[in-house]
């Protein structure tokens, strides 16, 4: 039958658009009900239109001052991560030394491990060092928690490059810092791009680590998850909305960019 043919013919492509259909159809809930007017204290069930909460994003009490918390965390963590992640992946692919395999599993544990572990284990050694839980505590998490997803992003990018192009660089006089601007460095940036994305997103969303060492310390998902036990405020649901408009505009530039630097090569 022509109809089980042409099923049959575009399935691979059918499942890819249900599946993403059923990741973003959470994110499509969240940006309906952020123009939701509820009667009571859960925007749970839908009222009737209104644009009430994007007109005062921050009226919920210490609602943006948690969020403006977790940016600050999520950026400094990003850099930390990105910075040390791209060192050990540069370190790992480029250099032989004792212990090498032993590092590049050990790399892989905080992927592999529960969250619940690592926050209970990293709770454990701040207070024998007798730390004060908090934002410095939280940042430390952070940053060991993102570094292996950096680390496994650069470190794929590093992998695929060809030593060719180097040698060539220094084959015309270009000196070791030189080298690395001009040519390993643009290079990589796609990979320690990605990797910087993926910590800046991880940092932002962690509920389980943050929530064991931050003391009084209230980040955004700790706010969200105290929020749920009274009621959600229907910003809460304008702040999401805001974050994956962002994040879809930031992924669709770089498509572009990368787009045009494809069609600019000749």
């Known amino acids: 039958m022509p109809v089980l043919r042409w099923l049959r013919r575009h399935l691979i492509v059918i499942a890819g658009l249900l599946t993403l259909a059923y990741m973003i159809l959470p994110n499509i809930v969240v ?7 509820p009667n009571g204290r ?31 965390i999520a950026v400094w963590a990003t850099v930390g991560a990105t910075v040390l992640g791209t060192m050990i992946a540069f370190a790992l692919v480029r250099y032989r030394f004792r212990a090498r395999g032993a590092i ?3 790399i892989f544990l905080p992927m592999a491990m529960p969250e619940v572990v690592m926050a209970a284990s990293l709770l454990t050694l701040f207070l024998n060092m007798g730390a004060q839980l908090g934002f410095w505590t939280i940042l430390i998490a952070h940053i060991m928690f993102c570094l292996s997803f950096v680390v496994t992003a650069v470190k ?21 810092v030189q080298t690395f601007v001009r040519v390993t460095l643009p290079i990589a940036a796609p990979g320690i791009a990605a990797g910087a994305l993926l910590a800046f997103a991880l940092s932002f969303d962690d509920f389980i680590i943050t929530n064991f060492n931050a003391g009084s310390t209230v980040t955004f998902p700790m706010f969200v998850w105290g929020s749920a036990q009274r009621g959600t405020p229907v910003q809460i649901n304008v702040i999401g909305t805001a974050m994956f408009i962002i994040a879809v505009l930031v992924v669709l530039a770089g498509q572009l960019i990368a787009n045009r630097r494809k069609n600019a090569r000749p």
């Open 31 to 37: 940006m309906v009900f952020s123009f939701n007017k």
């Open 42 to 72: 859960f925007n749970y069930s839908w009222q009737r239109f209104s644009l009430d909460a994007w007109k005062d994003p921050c009226g919920v009490a210490d609602m943006c001052g948690s969020l403006s918390l977790s940016l600050q």
């Open 104 to 106: 590049n599993s050990l």
């Open 156 to 176: 794929a990018r590093v992998m695929s490059m060809d030593p060719k192009l180097e040698e060539a660089a220094r084959d015309l006089y270009a000196g070791p």
